[in-house]
T-cell receptor
C-alpha cells in the first residue's frame, strides 16, 4: 500500500538558517503530493502541493519539487523564522483512493531567535 | 469563504458511551474526509463522504461510522468508546476533484476516561 516516510525529528534551527525536511513515498500509481503544517492546538494547513513529476510547489518561502525518479518531495526554505516553528507533514493522495490522504509521521521544527 | 468548522471543540466521555462529532465543510465543497490523530499512530484516515455516499473507508472497527447530509455537512459517530479512542478528530473538505487538495478544520479533542 501507499506510504510516506519523513526524516526523523525534532529539528532545531536558529533563525535565518536553511531548512530541509526529507520526504519519500511509496505509491502504486501517480500520486499528488502535499506538505501540511500544524501549529499548536490547530488543525492542518495546506502549505504547498504538486500534482505531477517535476512540478515545484511553493508558498511563503517554502518549496518542494516532485521527484518521480527518487520518489521524493523534500521541503526546503532558505531562511526560517521563529514563526515557522510547527509540525510539518508530508502527504500523498491517489486518484483511486477517494478523499484519502496518506501522511508521514510528522517532523517537529523549532526555530530559536 | 468561511473555513471548515467542527463542533464541539472538546469532549470528555466515559468508556462505553457513544459520541457524535460534527463537521461543516467549506461552502461548495461536496467531499468530507475524517481523520484520527494520536501521538502513537499519527494521522489515520477514517472515511470519506461525497454527495451523501461513503466512497472510501480506512481500517477502523465498525464502532466508527459516519454520514453526510444533503447540505454536505457530515457527522461521525463512535459507539462503545474505549480509552484508546482518545484523540484529535479532524475533518477536511475538498471539491472532490482528483487533486484532492483538502482543507482541514481545527479538530475535536476527544478524551475518554
Amino acid at each position: 500500500g501507499d506510504s510516506v516516510t519523513q526524516m526523523e525529528g525534532p529539528v532545531t534551527l536558529s533563525e535565518e538558517a536553511f531548512l530541509t525536511i526529507n520526504c519519500t513515498y511509496t505509491a502504486t500509481g501517480y500520486p499528488s503530493l502535499f506538505w501540511y503544517v500544524q501549529y499548536p492546538g490547530e488543525g492542518l494547513q495546506l502549505l504547498l502541493k504538486a500534482t505531477k513529476a517535476d512540478d515545484k510547489g511553493s508558498n511563503k518561502g517554502f518549496e518542494a519539487t516532485y521527484r518521480k525518479e527518487t520518489t521524493s518531495f523534500h521541503l526546503e526554505k532558505g531562511s526560517v523564522q521563529v514563526s515557522d516553528s510547527a509540525v510539518y507533514f508530508c502527504a500523498l493522495s491517489e486518484a483511486t483512493s477517494y478523499g484519502k490522504l496518506t501522511f508521514g509521521q510528522g517532523t517537529i521544527l523549532t526555530v530559536h531567535p | 469563504k468561511a473555513g471548515v468548522t467542527q463542533t464541539p471543540r472538546y469532549l470528555i466521555k466515559t468508556r462505553g458511551q457513544q459520541v457524535t462529532l460534527s463537521c461543516s465543510p467549506i461552502s461548495g465543497h461536496r467531499s468530507v474526509s475524517w481523520y484520527q490523530q494520536t501521538p502513537g499512530q499519527g494521522l489515520q484516515f477514517l472515511f470519506e463522504y461525497f454527495s451523501e455516499t461513503q466512497r472510501n473507508k480506512g481500517n477502523f472497527p465498525g464502532r466508527f461510522s459516519g454520514r453526510q447530509f444533503s447540505n454536505s455537512r457530515s457527522e461521525m459517530n463512535v459507539s462503545t468508546l474505549e480509552l484508546g479512542d482518545s484523540a484529535l478528530y479532524l475533518c477536511a473538505s475538498s471539491s472532490g476533484q482528483t487533486t484532492y487538495e483538502q482543507y482541514f478544520g481545527p479538530g475535536t479533542r476527544l478524551t475518554v476516561t
